[in-house]
């Protein structure tokens, strides 16, 4: 199941974002972070005010894919604040989508980008903006599928490691 993040929902937004950063960046694709530059990523942008901050702004959307009860993924979408001269406003980003790898493969991930998508473009966003980690192959691949093309790249900050990323954007949808 599929639905939109209740302000009760933050705490556990915030646990399985520091459980999908985990087993994505750290096991997954095994970057070597120092304890002290993770520690510091997830104080400052995986802590649960910044989901219930999310949650309760309207300018953003968050959901959460449920299983029996139990969060096992989420998305966040609202405006772009990636670092690109092209970036207008009322544009939109994917700012986060993540699944923990147990619940992979069920669909889940397609839809709950479906839905963001679907909620970005309903905002009549100019463009829709994705910032991706540059080793990530398989996203960028989706990404290109669903119309998004390479804009630039940037240094995403974790901690004070700066891991590199491309700036996607798909134009605004003309349908």
């Keep these: 199941m599929i639905r939109r ?92 989508l993540y699944l923990l790898r147990s619940a992979q493969g069920l669909g889940l991930g397609g839809r709950m980008l479906e839905t963001a998508l679907g909620w970005m473009e309903a905002r009549q966003p100019a463009a829709i903006w994705i910032g991706v980690w540059s080793g990530n192959l398989k996203a960028q691949r989706l990404y290109t599928a669903l119309g998004f093309e390479k804009a630039g790249e940037y240094q995403f900050p974790v901690g004070s490691w700066r891991d590199d990323e491309f700036i996607l954007r798909r134009p605004a949808s003309r349908g």
């Design 5 to 96: 993040a209740r302000a009760g929902d933050a705490a556990a937004l915030s646990d399985l974002a520091v459980a999908t950063f985990f087993e994505t960046f750290v096991e997954g694709f095994g970057i070597p972070y120092p304890l002290a530059d993770r520690d510091a990523y997830v104080a400052e942008k995986l802590a649960p005010a910044i989901f219930a901050a999310r949650i309760a702004d309207a300018d953003h959307g968050v959901w959460v894919a449920e299983q029996g009860g139990v969060a096992i993924g989420f998305a966040v979408a609202g405006p772009c604040g990636l670092p690109h001269a092209d970036v207008a406003a009322g544009d939109m980003e994917l700012k986060q």
